[in-house]
């Protein structure tokens, strides 16, 4: 039950706040729909359910024996790791290394952009050095960043410790939050990370999720998630699925194939052998897509292909590969980047370009609606919540907000004329 919505009371509609009584008048329980975020402060509860610490590095990673860069990163992880939505990010004092380290990418990346950026991100970072401080002696902060965006399209930001997953991070974005670190890359390599890709200290996916997705060679209703190895590991596996309302018929634990010192837990929900398969098929399409476009997208502009994707526009070395002859350049069609694989620690083979950065979120919207759900949501901005839409007084409510714009709409456009 969710003490912080009222669970169990009526709202004005009529309409039981509790998740689980909504999804009852569909015929569907917690096992056929896991329970997700309602609130923004709902981000509360996974913010902190991550893959891998802050601190944590792989062995390729050029930090992984500097004990200071170690202990610095644990320092911006703790941070992230004890926010609470609504609160101030926290200021970060960077060190002249870390400046050092940040100016390096800075004047290299700056260079690149008139020529190999789409004009939207060139729009934006004059906008971005005059009110949030970005220039090459000085690292802004994320809650000046935070703030501007908040003003400029309703997106903020909200630190955090380490990897999400990936219905973790995207369900923050529902919500018009971006999970990011405020961690710099290691000195040795300024233009250079392992951590696809950090857009200069910014959380985004990686790949490694998907090595403990392969969970079909198990069972159809198996799940395999990764966590540190120590005695609260499977305490800690058990409060994730508690405060995601699911059940569980079993669950066993081994060590990880994939990263030592790490546990893998193979877990069944109770009587569900479809939510699994599912999850992770509406994950994977939402993954690839997001990777292809927000990550590493391709447009055309005025006859040229430009770069709008945040792991481009942050990888020196990867936005003059990716307008090179090198790669596949194919149309964007979601459907089909959807289910196209791709590596972590090398450049994309395979790049999609829209025919414009309208046409990629047009196409996009498209698709999602495309995908079948057993209900309908919205997000309310105004009280920053996502509302099914499961009576009629909901849906009547909607109407009238959008009968409201629409007049708006041809009262502007009748005084235009």
Not at 61 to 84: L, M, N, Q, S
Not at 93 to 98: N, V
Not at 198 to 217: I, L, P, Q
Not at 340 to 350: A, D, F, M, N
Request: one cysteine or more.
């Amino acid at each position: 039950m969710y003490p912080h919505t009222g669970a169990g009371k009526l709202d004005t509609c009529g309409a039981t706040r509790d998740h689980k009584d909504n999804l009852a008048k569909f015929g569907l329980d917690s096992h056929t729909v896991p329970w997700f975020p309602r609130k923004i402060s709902d981000l509360d509860r996974f913010a902190n359910h991550i893959l891998s610490y802050g601190s944590e590095l792989e062995s390729d990673h050029p930090g992984f024996t500097d004990e200071v860069y170690r202990a610095r990163r644990k320092e911006f992880a703790d941070i992230a790791y004890h926010y609470k939505h609504g609160q101030e990010i926290p200021r970060v004092k960077y060190t002249d290394e870390e400046i050092e380290t940040w100016g390096t990418m800075f004047r290299e990346l700056t260079k690149l952009y008139p020529t190999h950026a789409c004009r939207e991100f060139n729009h934006v970072l004059p906008l971005l050095m005059d009110n949030c401080g970005y220039r090459d002696n000085n690292i802004p902060q994320l809650q000046d960043v935070s703030e501007f965006l908040h003003d400029c399209t309703g997106f903020m930001l909200r630190p955090v410790a380490g990897l999400l997953s990936s219905r973790d991070f995207l369900a923050g974005l529902a919500f018009r939050v971006f999970h990011a670190t405020q961690y710099i890359r290691h000195p040795s390599k300024p233009l250079y990370t392992p951590e696809p890709y950090d857009d200069s200290g910014a959380v985004h996916m990686k790949e490694k999720e998907d090595r403990f997705a392969k969970a079909d060679k198990e069972s159809a209703a198996t799940l395999i998630f990764c966590l540190k190895e120590g005695i609260g590991s499977l305490a800690k596996a058990l409060k994730i699925f508690e405060d995601h309302n699911v059940n569980l018929m079993h669950i066993e634990s081994r060590p990880s194939k994939w990263y030592k010192g790490f546990y893998e837990f193979l877990v069944e929900p109770e009587n569900n052998t479809e939510i699994g398969p599912c999850i992770r098929t509406l994950e994977q399409k939402a993954r690839h897509c997001y990777w292809f476009t927000v990550e590493f997208g391709l447009c055309k502009q005025n006859g040229a292909v430009k770069a709008y994707g945040a792991g481009l526009l942050s990888s020196f070395g990867e936005l003059q590969y990716c307008l090179s002859d090198k790669p596949d350049l194919r149309p964007f069609e979601p459907a089909k980047t959807a289910e196209q694989k791709y590596p972590i620690t090398e450049y994309q083979p395979v790049y999609y370009v829209a025919e414009s950065f309208q046409d990629a979120k047009e196409k996009l919207f498209t698709y999602a609606a495309s995908i079948p759900r057993p209900f309908t949501v919205r997000y309310n901005p105004y009280t920053q919540s996502i509302e099914i839409l499961d009576d009629k007084y909901k849906i009547l409510d909607l109407a009238g907000n959008i009968r409201g714009d629409m007049n708006l709409l041809m009262d502007s456009i009748a005084k235009l004329e």
